[in-house]
């Protein structure tokens, strides 16, 4: 990392963490941490790229979600309320319609 610096810093979900490292990989080979991290993603990620950014899109227009929260949401895919609860700051307040919403969106894509 020396002589690198951030241009931009923002949240990213696991299947755009595996794109971005698996195109690294095509060009040069992958530090240890990089290549655990893609692992991770492989491994964990439920959605690919394409749908995540087509959920990521849908999850914006929800008032109230920041761009952290509607990443955890993409990487998680909740079932439940309850957890997706957990996910939201609490600062954040969302009516009951909201959260169905966000469910109902999740279960489409987890298909």
Known sequence: MIGEKF??????????????????????????EQDITLKFAKKFSKLNLTNAKKLQAE??????????????????????????QLLI????VLNEVDLQKILSLCKKYRK
């Open 59 to 84: 999850l914006k227009k929800i008032e109230g979600l920041d761009p952290e929260t509607v990443t955890k949401i993409i990487d998680i895919l909740p079932e439940r309320k309850e957890k997706l």
């Open 7 to 32: 241009i931009d810093q923002k949240p990213v979900n696991l299947a755009e963490v595996k794109q971005l490292l698996s195109d690294r990989k095509k060009e040069k080979d992958l530090t240890y």
């Open 89 to 92: 700051v609490k600062e954040t």
